[in-house]
C-alpha cells in the first residue's frame, strides 16, 4: 500500500494512501494540513494502476518534489502531475509540510493496527475471500466482503458477523484494528467468480461417506460439475443440510426451526468439544467453497443473534447422500 510519513516529525506516523489521496486545509480532505500556506484542496496523491503521482490543484503556493537523492525540489505544474518514487519528499506549499514516500505499493484494502505498523497489517480480498485474524491460541476471527450488501463483515467465534466501515476502530483479541478503504482505482480483484455464482444461488449436493466420518461437495454447473476432495469438517455441512431440510418437510405442518440450531447442540452432535473448535470447522467449510470458485462463500454458514447456525443455502437447492 502506498504510505507517506511527515518528515519534520520525529516519531514517524504513517498516512496510508487512498486511491485517490486529497491533501489540503480543508477538514473534509484525507489529509488535513492545517497551514495557511496550504491551499484549502492543495494537491493529490493518486495510484494509476501502475504509479503513484501527485498532481497539484492549482494550489496558491505550490507543490514540489525533491527527488531521493537530490537536493533541488522540482515544482509540479499546477494543473499537473508529477512521478513518485521511494524515499521522494513531496513538499505542499511549505517546507514545514513535507512529506516523504516510504511506500509505493497499490492500494489494498487493510486492517491497521492502532500502532500503525505496516508490517502487522493484515491485507483483506475484496472479491469475497475470507481472511482469518488470529486472536490468540487457536482463535481467529473471519474479516469478508458481503457481495451481497457490499460491506465488509467482522465475525468473531461464536457470534453473528457485523457490517465495519471505513475508518472504524474495533478489537480483535488484544489487538485494535482500523479498517482502511482504498476507494476506486482499478485496484480491486473483479468479483466475477470462476463458477459465475453466489453461494446463495448456487445447487448444493453433499456426499457423505458410507463411515459417516467425512463428506465431500459437488457442485453442479452448466459447463460441468466442480467437487470437493472428502474432508472430515465437511460433515458439519451435511449434517446442517440434514436440518435444514428436515424442517422444511415438516413446516406446513407448523414445526422446524428453519434449520437453524444451536451452537452447543452442534457441538455435541458433531462431538466437538468447544465452540472455537466449531469456528475452526466453520472457517474450513467456508474455505473449500472458496477454493472451488463459489463467491461470497462466508454464506455458506449463517450465524444469528441468538447463538445459532444454520447452513446458508436453502432447502431446494441441497442435495444430501451416502456414498458407496
Known sequence: MGAIVEVAVRQETPVVLKSEHLVGRRANCDLVLPCSAVSGAHATLRWSGVEWFVRDLGSRNGTFVVVAGRGAPLPVPRGEE?????????????VGQQWRVVNIARPQTLLLPQDLDLEAAVALEPDGNIVPVPMGGERFASVYLDLGCGLWQLELPDDVPRSI?????????C??????????????KSTNPPLGARVEDIYLEIVIAPDEESAELIVPMASGRVRSRPRAYLYLLSYLARRRVADESVASQGGGNDGWVRTREACDALCLSSVEQLAVEVFRCRKELERMGVANAARVVDRDRRGMLRIGIAPERLKVNRGV
Not at 508529477?82 to 511549505?94: G, I, P, S, T, Y
Not at 489487538?175 to 480491486?188: D, F, I, V
Open 175 to 188: 489487538k485494535t484494528y482500523t479498517l482502511s478503504l482504498p476507494g476506486h482505482a482499478g485496484t480491486a
Open 165 to 173: 466501515r471505513d475508518g472504524e476502530a474495533f478489537t480483535i483479541g
Open 82 to 94: 508529477r512521478v513518485l518514487a521511494l524515499d521522494d519528499c513531496v513538499v505542499f506549499a511549505d
